[in-house]
């Protein structure tokens, strides 16, 4: 059974950093592709980041150069480093492998 568990969300200041982390059980996770999406209120879900197995990676322009996805095959988790956050950033985070999810965790940015 699939399971991925996220955490690390929160409150934090407009230039402020957050580090979300997902851990993962039920899949190869090194062989899987991972991504993070984010969905804000009255808004569609929308991708992130995505990283391979071999961690090549991939930036909505929206965050590119501020974020930074990563995964440890061994623990196994994925991450997503979040930095220079705008108040824009403000949604719900969503880890996603093999086209199962998480359950989101929030994070607000305040200006």
């Known amino acids: 059974q699939v399971r991925l568990e996220e955490s690390g969300g929160g409150l934090v200041q407009a230039g402020g950093s957050l580090r979300l982390s997902c851990e993962a059980s039920g899949i190869i996770f090194r062989r899987i592709v991972m991504s993070w999406y984010r969905q804000a209120p009255g808004k569609q879900r929308e991708l992130v980041a995505i990283?391979?197995?071999?961690?090549?990676?991939n930036y909505a322009d929206s965050v590119k150069g501020r974020f930074t996805i990563s995964r440890d095959n061994a623990k196994p988790t994925l991450y997503l480093q979040m930095n220079s956050l705008r108040p824009e950033d403000t949604a719900v985070y969503y880890c996603s492998a093999a086209s199962r999810w998480g359950q989101g965790t929030q994070v607000t940015v305040s200006s």
């Open positions: 990283i391979g197995s071999d961690d090549t990676t």
